[in-house]
């Protein structure tokens, strides 16, 4: 194993690296356009929360490589064409939004009511009490789902692999296919995602015990 590695770390860095900025980018999108669809499903317009609804049950229920590979075979077809990363990208940011929504829904809701009606009452308006008041108090609630959430995206970025994306698991079949080395080849990429997600889930423990105590 440490022969392979040695022959091929070009390509696994290089994956890895790949896998780095897929994650982040979705890590970072997917909590905003999720946020905005757990805030949505809770609107009083029944038009703003029927549509949000719609969006979070429908792409939780379908599988992340459909969306992929509609990005990746279909969209080009009607309007832009999309690279593998790209495609595998936005096909993940849009899987997991839908999953964060609901995390931070449950956590919005579990937040008294009180505490919006406080808000508003202060003078503030409905947004900036989300913000500053009801979202920090339900982003503390959820920190558990939700880092598992992160962590589940980093895994789930191996949908790469599958429209040429050029990820950690892309690489690590381009190592496996030329050299028969399976077993080897694989537990390597394994490790390379540990590296990824153990400090992810370390982090969340991390914030969970702390802000239990301060909150």
Known sequence: M??????YHSLFFEGFKITIYSSVIALVFSL????????????????????????????????LLIIAMFFVVVVPMYWISLDGFQAGTIALIIYTSAFIAET???????????????GLSSGFTYWQTMRYLILPQAFKIVIPPLGNQFINLVKNSSVLAMVAGLDLMYQADSVANTT???FNTYIIAA?????????????????EKRWSVTG
């Open 2 to 7: 440490i022969q392979l590695f040695q022959e």
């Open 32 to 63: 905003i356009i999720g946020t905005l669809m757990a805030i949505f499903q809770l609107s009083q317009n029944r038009i703003v929360r029927g549509l949000s609804k719609a969006y979070v049950e429908f792409f939780r229920n379908i599988p």
């Open 104 to 118: 931070v829904r449950s956590g919005i809701q579990t937040v008294p009511k009180g505490q919006m009606e406080a």
């Open 180 to 182: 028969f080395e399976t």
């Open 191 to 207: 490790l390379f995602y540990l590296v990824l997600t153990l400090p992810l889930s370390y982090l969340m423990n991390h914030l």
